[in-house]
């Protein structure tokens, strides 16, 4: 489906204290952007930005980024959460592609990355524009700390097993794994459901899940 265009969405977003402009300037200098040393955790593609929001109101102690590339998507969780009364102070929005995460972040400035119903991209010739490719995965090595983390969830089958097949020869390792999260008691315990999420699931459609790390 073609993503429609909202013409106020780049001056509203480029207007607001909830995003950072030119975060080229903030390498390795994300503390300073958040006035403390907490742990930094992004979500990249976070769509309308209701799973980083949740994620950043129970997780005070942990700094937020979300990633989304496309403005008309961006601008809704913008104006969502400039309605709010009270503001998050541990979560701030990027309007980037995610092939310049290292022009963004430093060697070790990222504790760990969610993935969140990524754009699938099932052309063959598209498979490295996948955010978990082994050439994504490259990129996040870049930034993430020694003890770094990727979780990704998505319904897409073919995507999941896909990225299954990354992790090895991307030089990662598989820390967790199912296929079925919404039946998992345990693990549904913490989770926090994106908008697709909660659309997919509730059309009986299977959530997967992966951690890896090197």
């Not at 403390?36 to 209701?50: C, S, W």
Request: glycine share 6%.
């Amino acid at each position: 489906m073609r993503l429609r265009n909202i013409p106020r969405a780049e001056a509203v977003i480029a207007g607001s204290d909830l995003v950072i402009q030119n975060p080229m300037e903030k390498k390795g200098d994300w503390k300073t952007v958040f006035g403390n040393d907490h742990p930094i955790h992004i979500e990249v593609g976070m769509g309308k930005g209701k799973f980083i929001t949740e994620l950043a109101d129970r997780h005070p102690e942990i700094n937020y980024i979300g990633i989304e590339r496309y403005t008309s998507v961006l601008l809704r969780a913008v104006e969502k959460l400039e309605k709010q009364e009270e503001k998050p102070s541990n979560l701030y929005f990027l309007c980037i592609d995610a092939a310049e995460l290292p022009e963004i972040f430093g060697q070790g400035e990222v504790e760990r990355i969610y993935l969140n119903f990524s754009d699938p991209w099932p052309k063959e010739r598209h498979a490295r524009r996948r955010l978990p490719s082994r050439q994504f995965l490259a990129r996040y090595d870049q930034i993430l700390n020694k003890d770094g983390r990727v979780e990704f969830k998505t319904d897409n089958r073919d995507l999941f097993t896909f990225a299954l097949e990354e992790v090895e020869p991307a030089g990662w390792k598989l820390d967790l794994c199912t296929f079925d999260l919404h039946g998992d008691e345990k693990l549904m315990k913490d989770n926090i459901m994106t908008e697709y999420e909660e659309k997919f699931s509730s059309k009986g459609n299977p959530i997967h899940k992966m951690i890896i790390s090197r």
